[in-house]
């Protein structure tokens, strides 16, 4: 097998058995596959490299030091490092959904990126002079490149690599020897050219190809142990900034094929190209010869642009528009704005081509049915549409269709480009300012679509939902008297859909207790694999506060601290939870099923004695702390566990709560309430990863944090989590965070609403990322927001308009990844339903798919009613 081959086949599955049995490696331990793995002759280079890229689980403190914390600050990605042969969907309980016909799909692995890149400047430097140039008696002011930092187009800088020599010397080793075979004679072989530092833009989903790249010559480096844990090669390379706009990093991979690219080994500090005097004039130069590249006219004499020179050339001018800091030179008699001008006309001109085809579409509704996906994941709405299929040209009617869909959404990030920037908007003339102004203002954002009119709005939106939307800026505040009765239904909703605490948890912990002791004591005189003192925890939604009388039991084994190093074996773990479900079985529960191999080992089954489904797993100390987490945030304020089974009812109903079925799990909407409760503009609930262990009464600043870490090993591939939240210790602790939630005096009807029109209208889907812990990302701009570029970039997350939430504790893991396209539309689609339902409790409107106006006695009825089955649920069984 190919080097790169091997390395996301170990990613994915961890080690696997080879036929020929030599001298046995021992065995990696990771995601519960622990096989032992021969050395064969032919991989010799993957095995070299993967060798130095597997994290040492067994000698990985749960409490590290600093130096272990940095060794693995970024821990190997277990979710974006797979490569899927088949769409996996797991359900609630975990149960795996096989559809074959999905392609193979690579995601970006960026962690356990064992070397860095540093860059740096000469300050006194000419921009563009090269080094050959330069005055060798001149001295140089040298500065490190800080994240951020901007520079200008053709800039020299330094890069200063290093990488642990262990693995550059397998590496040089390695790609020696197989190059060697290959090579031809009369020729040399490459060596260690197959590691290179490449230049790319941030967040690209993709190491190669890059913008250049330049090979790391391990001969020319030097050995570095300073304040290392082992001797690191560093060397030096010159580049120069790129001519374009926007935000870029240095990356070190192995570009010996296309899978071993996937694992960035290094990653630079981000900075900003950006534009001034004669950069922006040549960059809008460019980008007019981008757009006009094989451009032809019609018999009609009309001026016709190719497809992808627009589509190219607008998403090149959206980020030079960002890039420009001045309003440039004059080159050749001609104004840069001017040329900006012309540059846009080609993209209004492209807007007003597509409106028939794109009208076209909603006037068409006929028996012949075609889905058709727009872009890449598809956009948001807009992206069913159904025709004749036996109709003439439908073929290239749906191409035409797809790409006037693309130019208008790509057209529109232009003008918002140019509109925000008031440089940019000061190039342009007034009368074409009042043109974009106009035109910008007839872009519907949720069909991302550009319209004649806003009747035109309007019919589309009808047509693609079945009613009219109630606008962002609806005011739902109503009569006292209304919202009393709406609130005063909410709360009888609440007492019967939730049950109560102290019961609910009393229940399960009495069940857990009495389970814990029969397997000890079964285990102890029957086989002897548990020791006396091992507990069951409980952890979940059965002791999180938002488990509904239904929730499955969850519950985690906890083995003695002498048998820590039984935890850490993967092969043990994956062993104890099959005889568990051996001793289940006997001790009389029923339908017990094991998955000793699954990324937590788990074993399921039913106690016959309280009806619940339960389930147990080893070593899962992160899901215990995100289970005392989510407790406390709904011990904070009574609104928060109300709204939270509020809009997990509503999800239920709406049919935008089956994970199985490419929806949300209620893990996520609970996620989603915290996050939309702490960005009211009086928080109902702080931060608590924000919160230092010494917090006073005070609203803390977003850019407060902590400096307390609680280190958590994962249990399935040993990277560290930092667990840390603030805990109160005493009664005086909890009440400064009850009082902070007291500031706000929204009532739950209130938030509700609020909760809608946010993810309705205000979230930025394409943009941002919902998170409960937003104090680190706050690069690209100074609000607390995990953007989606950020999380790309370090995490590897590919960039879509879908949902995406970020894990409190494992940042690398997105919680909606199961939310697909279609299921996407439904889900904002029900979001825009609910808040127009309670839009309309107050103002009257014509009624169609929802009532006109609507009783504050039954908007809840209204809201929760059922719908049918949905087509992406339908399965050869329904």
């Known amino acids: 097998p190919t080097r790169g081959k091997e390395l996301l086949s170990f990613l994915r599955d961890g080690p696997k058995s080879t036929p020929a049995q030599t001298t046995p490696v021992k065995p990696f331990q990771y995601s519960g596959v622990v096989t032992e793995k021969t050395p064969s002759s032919d991989n010799q280079k993957s095995k070299s490299l993967l060798k130095f890229l597997r994290p040492n689980v067994e000698s990985t403190p749960s409490k590290p030091t600093t130096a272990a914390v940095a060794a693995i600050a970024s821990p190997l990605n277990t979710q974006t490092s797979e490569v899927v042969e088949t769409e996996k969907l797991e ?32 300050l006194n430097d000419n921009d563009t002079q090269t080094k050959k140039d330069r005055n060798p008696n001149q001295q140089h002011e040298i500065k490190v490149v800080e994240s951020g930092f901007s520079i200008r187009p053709g800039q020299v800088f330094n890069i200063e690599w290093a990488m642990p020599e262990s693995v550059m010397t397998a590496a040089a080793s390695a790609a020696a020897a197989v190059h060697s075979r290959g090579t031809p004679s009369g020729k040399t072989p490459k060596g260690s050219a197959d590691i290179v530092v490449g230049l790319v833009r941030y967040g690209s989903s993709v190491n190669s190809p890059c913008i250049i790249s330049k090979p790391i010559d391990v001969a020319s480096g030097r050995k570095d142990s300073t304040n290392r844990s082992e ?7 010159s580049f120069h900034a790129p001519k374009a706009a926007g935000q870029f990093v240095f990356r070190v991979f192995d570009q010996s094929n296309k899978e071993s690219a996937w694992v960035t080994l290094a990653t630079s500090v981000v900075f900003n190209v950006i534009l001034v005097d004669y950069d922006v004039t040549n960059n809008i130069a460019f980008i007019m010869d981008a757009l006009s590249e094989d451009r032809t006219t019609s018999p009609e004499g009309e001026v016709v642009y190719h497809r992808n020179s627009v589509l190219k050339g607008l998403a090149q001018l959206s980020t030079v528009l960002k890039g420009i800091r001045n309003p440039g030179k004059i080159s050749k008699g001609v104004l840069p704005g001017l040329q900006l001008q012309k540059c846009i006309h080609i993209a209004m001109d492209a807007i007003q081509n597509g409106h028939k085809i794109i009208e076209k579409v909603a006037e068409k509704k006929l028996a012949g049915k075609r889905t058709l996906t727009v872009g890449s994941e598809g956009d948001m709405f807009g992206g069913d549409a159904e025709v004749d299929a036996a109709e003439e040209g439908v073929d290239e009617f749906w191409r035409q269709w797809k790409y006037y869909c693309k130019v208008h959404a790509e057209a529109h990030a232009v003008i918002e480009s140019a509109m925000i920037q008031p440089i940019v908007w000061a190039m342009l003339t007034p009368s074409f300012q009042n043109q974009l102004s106009n035109l910008n203002s007839l872009f519907c954002p949720l069909l991302q679509k550009f319209y004649r009119s806003f009747n035109h709005i309007n019919i589309a939106r009808k047509d693609e939902f079945g009613f009219i939307p109630a606008p962002m800026s609806a005011v739902v505040k109503g009569s006292s008297c209304d919202a009393q009765v709406a609130e005063a239904a909410i709360q009888q909703l609440v007492s019967r859909i939730s049950p109560s605490s102290e019961a609910f948890l ?68 994956s062993q104890i939870i099959e005889r568990l479900g051996d001793a289940l079985s006997k001790i009389g529960m029923l339908n017990v099923k094991t998955r000793a191999t699954a990324r937590i080992p788990i074993v399921e089954f039913k106690d016959p004695l309280t009806g619940f489904d339960c389930d147990i797993s080893m070593k899962n100390p992160l899901a215990l702390r995100n289970t005392s987490l989510l407790r406390l945030y709904s011990d904070l304020d009574s609104r928060v566990r109300s709204l939270a089974f509020v809009v997990k009812h509503w999800a239920k109903a709406r049919h935008c709560n089956s994970p199985i079925h490419g929806t949300l799990s209620s893990y996520g909407f609970i996620l989603c309430v915290l996050h939309f409760l702490q960005n009211r503009p009086v928080p109902v609930i702080p931060n608590l990863q924000a919160l230092p262990a010494d917090w006073t009464d005070h609203i803390p600043p977003h850019t407060m944090r902590g400096s307390s870490q609680e280190w958590f090993m994962h249990a399935s591939d040993g990277s560290l989590c930092d667990t840390y939240y603030y805990t109160p210790t005493n009664a005086a602790s909890f009440d400064m965070l009850t009082s902070f939630a007291k500031r706000n005096t929204e009532t739950i009807f209130e938030l509700l609403v609020e909760f809608f029109r946010y993810f309705a209208w ?19 701009g100074s609000e607390p927001v995990v953007w989606k570029i950020d999380k790309a970039e370090k995490d590897g997350w590919m960039q879509h308009d879908r949902l995406s939430i970020e894990d409190p504790f494992e940042k690398w893991y997105d919680v909606a990844h199961v939310v697909k396209p279609t299921q996407m539309h439904h889900i904002r689609k029900e979001f825009l339903r609910a808040f127009t339902i309670c839009s309309r409790i107050v103002r009257e409107e014509e009624p169609d798919s929802i009532p006109g106006s609507i009783s504050p006695h039954t908007f809840l009825e209204i809201l929760c009613e059922s719908c049918e089955p949905l087509a992406f649920m339908k399965d050869k069984d329904n």
Do not use: W
């Open 231 to 237: 001797p690191f090669i560093v060397g030096d390379l």
């Open 762 to 780: 205000n979230f930025d889907y394409k943009r941002q990322v919902v998170s409960i812990d937003a104090i680190d990302y706050t690069l690209n």
């Open 91 to 122: 359900n609630v309980k975990g149960d795996v959904v096989q559809n074959t016909f999905r392609k193979p799909v690579f995601h970006r692995v960026t962690r356990n990126q064992v070397g860095s890149l540093k860059i740096s400047i000469r």
């Open 506 to 573: 009393s229940k399960r912990f009495v069940a857990c207790k009495q389970l814990q002791q029969a397997l000890v004591l079964h285990c102890a005189d029957a086989t002897g694999f548990l020791p006396m003192n091992t507990e069951l925890a409980i952890y979940g939604s059965s002791a999180n506060n938002f488990g509904a009388e239904g929730a499955d039991l969850d519950m985690c084994l906890i083995l003695p601290p002498s048998y820590a190093a039984v935890e850490q074996d993967a092969e043990k773990r």
